[in-house]
Nanobody, 114 residues
Framework: QVQLVESGGGLVQEGGSLRLSCAASGISFRRYTMSWYRQAPGKQRELVALISSVGSTNYGDSVKGRFTISRDIDKSTVYLQMNSLKSEDTAVYYC????????WGQGTLVTVSS
């Protein structure tokens, strides 16, 4: 069964940090581009970060320098380390494998209080 399961969301104060995890099963993890997206209330879903099958990374402009995406191939898990969090980072964060037509997780809520 193909599945992505996110964890690590929660409530944090501005300036704080959180680390999201996404455990994958049922896919050839090492061959997939894995991404994190987010969707804030009333806004469109946006790309936060991605890591390609060869390990190259890319970030949305709003999170560059604050967020870091990484992966553990042996654990089939992708991470999103979020530092210096801002209230505008509040959103549901979704893990994705294989692009927008690929596999999606159920989402995890991150709330940053000011």
């Amino acid at each position: 069964q193909v599945q992505l399961v996110e964890s690590g969301g929660g409530l944090v104060q501005e300036g704080g940090s959180l680390r999201l995890s996404c455990a994958a099963s049922g896919i050839s993890f090492r061959r997939y581009t894995m991404s994190w997206y987010r969707q804030a209330p009333g806004k469109q879903r946006e790309l936060v970060a991605l890591i390609s099958s060869v390990g190259s990374t890319n970030y949305g402009d709003s999170v560059k320098g604050r967020f870091t995406i990484s992966r553990d191939i042996d654990k089939s898990t992708v991470y999103l380390q979020m530092n210096s969090l801002k209230s505008e980072d509040t959103a549901v964060y979704y893990c994705n494998g294989g692009g927008v037509s690929g596999v999606w997780g159920q989402g995890t809520l991150v709330t940053v209080s000011s």
